[in-house]
């Protein structure tokens, strides 16, 4: 047995049972009980693997087991009750592809770049680049979903200019450095595999990207860009 198939009898075995004790009470008979009188030496024994019907299991293995996966069942119900964007009522399709990539976006399956472009609360017309990832962990996208406020670039996302102030500004984030010297427009780099994102509509977003314009109502223009990590980790 190859230490993969040791774990999934294991775990079969952790999920069966509540204690280690009550798996060690399955492997004893009744014959068992008749001929050693002592459900305790019973245990033991399947405990050392002497007597026992099925597979010899550590208390030390079971115990470590049992702890893991009740901290990855906690880990994903905590996951899930932190999605600002779950049980929304959310009508724009803005949102709705927000809604839909928050989840992959926090756990890192999945690195989203969101362009904007619309105007500000001073009239002025606004662009650029959203790292979505970093923004859901420093930033609480409840206003976003709830409708009470607008997502919009702000000069401390990845690329951020103001076209009725000219002013452009570029800042690299935990997960993505910014190529602003590139000849033939702006990049971004993906950290965790190096591979580079291409924002230019006129051509492929790069390896393992996609570009999807946004149909809304909320901004003059929204492209949402995915990026699918394939660095093992």
């Not at 245990?43 to 996966?69: P, S």
């Not at 006129?202 to 996609?210: A, R």
Request: hydrophobic share 35%; net charge negative; charged share 30%.
């Amino acid at each position: 047995m190859d230490q993969d198939e040791g774990l999934t009898a294991v775990d079969n075995i952790v999920t069966q049972f509540s204690t280690y004790e009550d798996f060690l009470d399955s492997q004893i008979t009744t014959v068992d009980l008749y001929y050693l009188e002592d459900e305790s030496l019973a245990r033991q024994l399947v405990e050392l693997g002497y007597r026992g019907t099925g597979e010899v299991v550590k208390r030390e293995d079971f115990e470590a087991r049992k702890a893991a996966i009740e901290i990855a069942m906690l880990a994903e119900r905590t996951q899930k009750k932190t999605l600002t964007s779950a049980g929304k009522d959310l009508q724009d399709n803005f949102l709705k592809a927000l809604a839909l990539r928050e989840e992959d976006n926090r756990n890192g399956k999945v690195s989203t770049v969101i362009f904007i472009r619309d105007r500000n609360s001073h009239g002025q017309e606004v662009s650029g680049y959203i790292d979505y990832a970093h923004r859901l962990k420093i930033e609480d996208f409840e206003v976003y979903f709830s409708g009470k406020r607008r997502l919009l670039p702000k000069p401390t996302d990845m690329s951020f200019y103001n076209w009725d102030s000219h002013i452009a500004v570029c800042n690299s984030t935990p997960n993505y450095q910014v190529i602003a010297d590139n000849p033939e427009g702006l990049l971004f780099k993906y950290k965790r595999d190096r591979k580079i994102l291409n924002v230019d509509p006129k051509t492929l977003p790069g390896d393992n990207s996609t570009r999807t314009p946004i149909q809304t109502e909320l901004y003059i223009q929204a492209v949402i860009f995915d990026h699918i990590s394939r660095r093992k980790t």
